[in-house]
């Protein structure tokens, strides 16, 4: 949209003007005529001009004057000139001064449209580079903890004041209609911002702070255009330095996140709404650790989602925004990493978004919810298949290693990543197969090879035989066959020969 001002001290020449232009079509808006160039000069901080239509002879600022001004001050707008032929040696001094043309009284409305189309269409093609380039400070600034200087000094704002709307859809053309419906309103600058898929970010101009008024007609336009789809919408207040983008975009996040818990489908809200955070909530996740680390050694699917369950509900009672969800969510993760030696190569692959990319995409707590624990014990589910399936050869093939190498430690962690299973869980699956703990079973085996080289090779000692069998300690071989015999190694060797 071409905005225009007309400056003539003939006020039916103004005014006819200015009719003219406005049915010409939509494109053009004339948002202001003025008697002379000092009323326009006084008026233009507060004025957004793409183009200024400006009479000669006039009292106080005259026409060429006023286009050295603009050049001067405002070099971006573009002026137009009147003058009559009597007047043409001005008219060539105005366009060495940088005036885009100049116009013959009586105007002739076929020139001046043909000029004004031109000029809307470069304002066009200048306005989607100079707003490619701001999208790209924009994105940055809004990533950058502590910009620096010179990143800073490289963005002007179209407008005095900027406020953030951060906005989360179902779909990308919910937010889209939004923007548009928006952009069809007269004098509104904003700038549309995609941060990833799902989540975009408005920067929405405007000469002086929104006032609750122009939120709550904000939000209606919005209501309007999203036709009842899923939408949640977070506002901050108005800043004016661009070094404030980050924690406007920050605060309007916050309150754009709290609609995962709003069962509306439009969620829309200001930062100044919501609640004031509670740093001193507990730790959803320390309740359920200890037990939720006996029910994964076990994989007891069942107690599993009972305690993941339990901490969601603590988590939705905190009204916990999605980066704390997300922090109680990957305890969870490592605690499972830490328990189970395939969990890691199981629960996530490559082709599956990151969980914080799932959980930014989830528009209720509920999905969140869902999503999460389904994912979860599904990798579970697959452990525990394959564990299962291991189950009848792990405890022979421990037990073919001890009665091969029952004078070696048994180390736990090696036997385990052997039959690739955890420790843990190796040790509860020897129990309940043998009915004997891992270290109870190489006893017996050892005892039962004491008892045979007792009985058949008479040239060994005593203590060579324990350290055959892999107590090298005389004193404690002879202290534990007793323990486990009843009688001592001398004593069953004699009794051996008899």
């Known amino acids: 949209m071409l905005r225009i001002v007309i ?8 005014e006819g003007l200015a009719r003219m232009i406005g049915k010409e079509s939509s494109s053009f ?4 005529t003025y008697g002379d160039g000092k009323q326009l000069l006084d008026a233009l901080p507060s004025l957004q001009i793409d183009v ?14 006023l286009i050295k001004q603009l050049k001067a001050g405002y070099p971006r707008i573009r002026t137009l000139l009147m003058s009559g032929f009597v007047e043409f040696n001005y008219a060539r001094e105005a366009i060495r001064s940088s005036a885009v043309d100049y116009l013959l009284k009586p105007i002739n409305k076929e020139q001046l449209f043909e000029v004004l189309y031109r000029l809307d269409e470069e304002q066009r093609v200048f306005r989607e580079k100079e707003e490619r380039q701001r999208s790209g400070l924009l994105l940055s600034l809004l990533h950058v903890e502590q910009p620096s200087e010179i990143l800073l000094s490289s963005l002007t ?28 309103e007269k004098e509104i600058l904003l700038d549309l ?14 000469a002086e702070p929104l006032t609750a008024a122009e939120l709550n007609r904000i939000g209606g336009t919005i209501r309007a255009a999203s036709s009842g789809q899923c939408l949640h919408a977070g506002v901050s207040g108005s800043y004016r330095t661009p070094s404030k983008l980050r924690s406007a975009y920050l605060e309007a996040k916050r309150a754009c996140d709290a609609g995962i818990y709003n069962s509306q489908p439009l969620h829309y809200i200001t930062a100044q709404e919501l609640p004031a955070a509670d740093i001193s909530l507990s730790d959803p996740f320390a309740p359920v650790r200890e037990p939720l680390i006996h029910d994964l050694q076990i994989l007891n699917i069942s107690g599993v989602l009972g305690h993941l369950h339990s901490m969601f509900s603590l988590l939705e009672s905190q009204r916990a925004c999605p980066e704390h969800i997300l922090r109680a969510c990957r305890e969870v993760e490592d605690t499972a990493r830490k328990e189970l030696q395939e969990f890691g190569a199981v629960y996530r692959v490559s082709s599956r978004p990151s969980l914080e990319e799932q959980i930014e995409t989830c528009m209720s707590f509920e999905e969140i919810e869902r999503m999460f624990i389904s994912t979860f014990t599904d990798a579970l589910s697959i452990i525990r298949t394959h564990r299962l399936e291991l189950s009848g050869t792990a405890v022979e093939t421990v037990k073919r290693w ?11 962690n090696m036997l385990a990543g052997m039959v690739f299973l955890t420790p843990s869980y190796l040790s509860k699956l020897f129990k309940q197969e043998t009915g004997l703990t891992l270290t109870d079973y190489v006893i017996e085996i050892r005892i039962r090879k004491a008892k045979q080289l007792l009985k058949n090779a008479h040239d060994l000692k005593i203590h060579e035989i324990g350290a055959e069998v892999g ?3 005389p004193a404690y071989f002879n202290k534990l066959f007793k323990k486990i015999v009843g009688v001592t190694p001398n004593e069953y060797k004699r009794i051996s020969l008899v």
């Open 157 to 184: 704002l179209p407008q005095p004041y900027f406020s953030v709307f951060v906005l989360k859809g179902s779909s990308r053309e919910t937010v889209c209609a939004c923007s548009d419906s928006l952009r069809q």
């Open 402 to 412: 001890v009665a091969a190498h029952y004078n070696q430690h048994a180390d736990l």
């Open 471 to 473: 107590y090298p300690d």
């Open 29 to 32: 808006l004339v948002i202001g």
């Open 193 to 206: 911002l995609e941060i990833r898929k799902g989540l975009y970010v408005w920067i929405w101009y405007s």
């Open 52 to 65: 200024v239509i400006t009479d000669i002879r006039m009292p106080h600022v005259d026409g060429l004057e």
């Open 7 to 14: 400056v003539d001290d003939e006020i039916l020449i103004r």
